[in-house]
């Protein structure tokens, strides 16, 4: 069964430009989430979504927004990159049956933003 | 909002020994989960173990085990007999049994483990 799929692995971009990045969730789970993580901030929940519908978010400006599709599949976006943008961005999913059960979450090797 | 607090930056074991990590947490909660992940240079985050907060019984993953002192808010990782591999960053982390809060985690800021051959 093949994990949490992130693309792409590296990613390079200049202060100001917007950047998208992917996550493929594992077959059948229906839960995507993603986080931050940075040296100084730890890891940071950005959002979640579950059956295309954003179901919580965090303390994060409007910048940073993401979507899912009908196959699970997400995408985060970040417009008018900051230098403090530079973090490594990690996807998780989870099997959730229903709203009041939620298995662990299993997360993918992550994208490297830099911002220059 | 829940906290969750890691008090050891660092910490070093000897190969085949064993080594504690400290986890403490905030909550007013009754109904949640608890986790140790662990993140190797690769990057990619394991789950190590996980430990429901109604469950009495202390979790026990192989070489790993918890300390679940609900009362004290305390959750600790002890990993026995210690090898290589084990080398990492570890993160606890806390999940919310409330169904609005849905899968989001709530991260310690992690221990470096490291093992001495």
């Known amino acids: 069964k093949a994990g949490v799929t992130q693309t792409p692995r590296y990613l390079i971009k200049t202060r100001g430009q917007q950047v998208t990045l992917s996550c493929s969730p594992i077959s059948g789970h229906r839960s995507v989430s993603w986080y931050q993580q940075t040296p100084g901030q730890g890891l940071q929940f950005l959002f979640e979504?579950?059956?295309?519908?954003?179901?919580n978010k965090g303390n994060f400006p409007g910048r940073f927004s993401g979507r899912q599709f009908s196959n699970s599949r997400s995408e985060m976006n970040v417009s008018t990159l900051e230098l403090g943008d530079s973090a490594l961005y990690l996807c998780?999913?989870?099997?959730?049956?229903?709203?009041?059960?939620?298995?662990?979450?299993?997360f993918g090797q992550g994208t490297r933003l830099t911002v220059v | 909002a829940q906290t969750v607090t890691q008090s050891q930056p660092e910490m070093s074991v000897q190969e085949a020994e064993t080594v504690t990590l400290s986890c403490t947490y905030d909550?007013?909660?009754?109904?949640?989960?608890l986790f140790w992940y662990k993140q190797p240079p690769s990057r990619q985050m394991i789950l190590v173990i996980r430990?429901?907060?109604?469950?009495?019984q202390n979790a026990t993953e192989n070489r790993f085990s918890v300390n679940f002192q609900k009362a004290a808010k305390s959750f600790s990782l002890k990993i026995s007999d210690s090898q290589l591999g084990d080398a990492a960053m570890y993160f606890c982390?806390?999940?919310?049994?409330?169904?609005?809060?849905?899968?989001?985690?709530?991260f310690g800021g992690g221990t470096r483990l490291m093992v001495k051959p």
């Open positions: 430990q429901e907060a109604y469950k009495q």
């Open positions: 998780a999913s989870s099997f959730t049956q229903t709203l009041a059960y939620a298995t662990e979450a299993f």
């Open positions: 982390a806390y999940r919310s049994g409330n169904n609005n809060a849905g899968n989001m985690l709530t």
């Open positions: 979504y579950f059956s295309e519908t954003q179901r």
């Open positions: 909550t007013s909660e009754s109904d949640y989960y």
